[in-house]
């Protein structure tokens, strides 16, 4: 074995795909009992339908590198995201954009109308001085649309009230001055043809790539553990940082979700892929309704049952799925102290969400081992 890679996510296995194509010897662990970390995807056993397992898993990129890579395993559907919310059982379209506004204010506004609306309620705080992420996104947006669409999701999201949190927690709220609701702005979207579980498999389908999965890197009884491999060969470590260092620093903080899966006798229930609820007196941030993702399957998926997933968003415990960096001044510090504590690790790489403490989407994570890989292993 010329290479341990620690964890099958999308930053391990391609560093493992890199080496592997030119000739290195790879094993990869993972301490899940499937591969492809949190981009793992697989098909409802009673309906058929392709469910991504640890939440909506949409690809985009404006990376020609990363988009060249991606397409070696895997082609992509025409899906483009769009995401609506429910205030006050009313739907509007998101990002808030000129249809939202209009919508909201029972209005016709132009462009330049709707500018100066907004630039006008905006008024009543100051940007710069906003002392929490309320009065930021009151400067921002304005009172009423603020306390519409962000207050009360915001608070689901951070169990915690806006007037409590920091204003850097949003740095801007995108508003579009046309109708434009596309989610993202990337060159390429689309959702993998034949899933994420088929995309990750041709990641890592190489005679040089030997997959172990439920294998724990912390687990003395493992052969392929931290103790008996540090120092001994090159290793690319993708599970928490404080883990690794047994958190001699602090543990860092995360937010998990946990979800609600459900099997409905009904063909179509929200008519769409993702829907928030924005107010207070529903629990759940959002419903997923994962039929919607694959249109061209509609002859494949049945006509008359659907699969739907209620989120929940909250702080995360020592045993939970750490999924979003809570990213506190206290964080920053320990991982500014684990960066250090890293350096002194020799042939340890520490790579992807996990590894460096922050939020990646899946193309990111696929560029930064595609460098880590060309500028420091290969
Ligand atoms: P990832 O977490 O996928 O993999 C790390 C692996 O290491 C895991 O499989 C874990 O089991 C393993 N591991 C950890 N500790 C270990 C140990 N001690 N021993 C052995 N193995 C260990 N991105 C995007 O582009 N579009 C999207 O829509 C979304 N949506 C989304 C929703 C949610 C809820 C989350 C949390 C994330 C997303 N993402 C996303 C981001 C996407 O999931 C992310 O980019 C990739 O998971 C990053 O891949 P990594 O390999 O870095 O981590």
């Known amino acids: 074995m010329d290479l341990l890679v620690v964890g099958s996510g999308f930053f391990g296995l391609t560093i493992a795909e890199r080496a592997a194509s030119v000739g290195r010897k790879v ?38 590198t990363v988009w060249e890579y991606v397409n070696r395993f895997t082609t992509f559907t025409n899906y483009v995201h769009r995401v ?15 249809g939202t506004i209009n919508q909201f204010f029972q209005a016709a506004y132009s462009p330049n109308e709707a500018k100066a609306v907004i630039a006008d309620l905006a008024r009543e705080f100051d940007v710069k001085d906003a002392a929490n992420l309320e009065e930021k996104g009151i400067a921002l947006i304005g009172r009423p649309l603020y306390e519409a669409f962000i207050r009360d999701y915001t608070a689901k999201q951070w169990q915690t009230d806006p007037r409590n949190l920091p204003a850097e927690v949003i740095s801007r709220l995108p508003v579009r001055y046309n109708y434009d609701n596309r989610y993202f702005n990337d060159t390429w979207e689309g959702l993998p043809t034949d899933g994420y579980t088929a995309w990750i498999e041709r990641m890592a389908d190489h005679p040089n790539i030997d997959v172990q999965l439920g294998v724990d890197f912390f687990d003395p009884a493992q052969p392929l553990n931290k103790e008996a491999t540090v120092g001994q060969l090159p290793i690319v470590y993708t599970g928490p940082i404080d883990r690794y260092f047994d958190d001699a620093e602090g543990a860092l903080s995360w937010r998990t979700l946990d979800f609600e ?17 924005a107010d207070s007196d529903i629990p759940y941030t959002r419903i997923h309704e994962f039929k919607h993702f694959h249109p061209e399957r509609a002859d494949r998926y049945p006509a008359d049952k659907t699969v739907v997933m209620r989120e929940f968003s909250r702080f995360a415990s020592r045993d939970d799925e750490p999924y979003y960096p809570v990213n506190t001044a206290e964080d920053r510090a320990g991982l500014l102290a684990y960066r250090e504590l890293a350096k002194g690790e020799k042939d340890v790489y520490f790579g992807g969400r996990l590894g460096t403490y922050q939020y990646l989407d899946m193309h990111m994570a696929i560029g930064s081992a595609l460098s880590m890989w060309n500028n420091q292993l290969a």
């Open 84 to 98: 609506y919310t429910n205030h006050k059982g009313i739907v509007f379209p998101l990002p808030i954009n000129l």
């Open 261 to 277: 899966k459900e099997v409905l006798s009904v063909g179509d229930f929200q008519g769409t892929s993702v829907m928030n609820y």
């Open 27 to 64: 094993t990869v662990i993972d301490r899940r009992h499937h591969i492809g970390g949190n981009a793992y995807s697989a098909n409802d056993p009673e309906t058929g339908i392709e469910v991504h397992q640890y939440g909506a898993h949409l690809f985009h990129t404006s990376n020609p």
